[in-house]
């Protein structure tokens, strides 16, 4: 008889327990469900409502909106790839350097994409008397390489004021970099 007991008390804390996390495991289901369409139900736009609030608002905005010298038009950022990657040698204290650069330059708006895409064969020529002025033991620090992007910007502005009237290049981005 006293066995019996025992079974019984023994069955009912199993089922006790049970009972407690199968109610445990509901209600972390339920939370996670009612966290998931909480964050997912935000303030989303429609795409018909963003197309409307673009037509609306800033075009007189955007045609005004100009960098701080007024002549690149603040708007998409476009990448402009050279064709070929920059591949040259240059002097170094203890030995001569093989240096491959893959450069893209940031523009903005598609009608500076298309200036600078037409004067392609110019900026590659600009950029290329800029790297080989460059030596190995400047190229080996970062110091050397954010310098030699800044000089090259600085002879594509040149360049590019001289040719069509405006910078065109907001910035000359080093994508590849590899010195043997």
């Known amino acids: 008889m006293a066995d019996e007991k025992e079974l019984e ?23 996670g469900a009612a966290a998931f369409f909480m964050m997912g139900s935000g303030d989303e736009m429609t795409q018909a409502e963003l197309d409307a609030t673009l037509d609306s608002g800033s075009d007189a905005e955007m045609a005004g909106d100009e960098s701080a010298d007024g002549n690149a038009e603040l708007g998409t950022a476009l ?67 954010t310098a030699l992007k800044q000089k090259s910007l600085t002879e594509v502005h040149k360049m590019m004021k001289d040719v069509e009237g405006s910078k065109v290049v907001e910035k000359v981005l080093f994508t590849g970099f590899v010195m043997q």
């Open 79 to 145: 990448y402009v790839p050279m064709p070929r990657p920059f591949r040259f040698n240059v002097p170094g204290a203890a030995r001569d350097r093989f240096v491959e650069i893959r450069v893209q330059l940031l523009v903005r708006g598609a009608d500076n994409e298309e200036v600078a895409k037409k004067h392609l064969p110019l900026i590659e020529s600009t950029l290329l008397a800029v790297f080989s002025q460059s030596n190995a033991d400047d190229l080996a620090t970062s110091a050397g390489k």
């Open 9 to 31: 008390l023994d069955n009912s804390g199993k089922k006790k327990k049970l009972i407690i996390i199968a109610i445990v495991a509901i209600l972390l289901i339920g939370g």
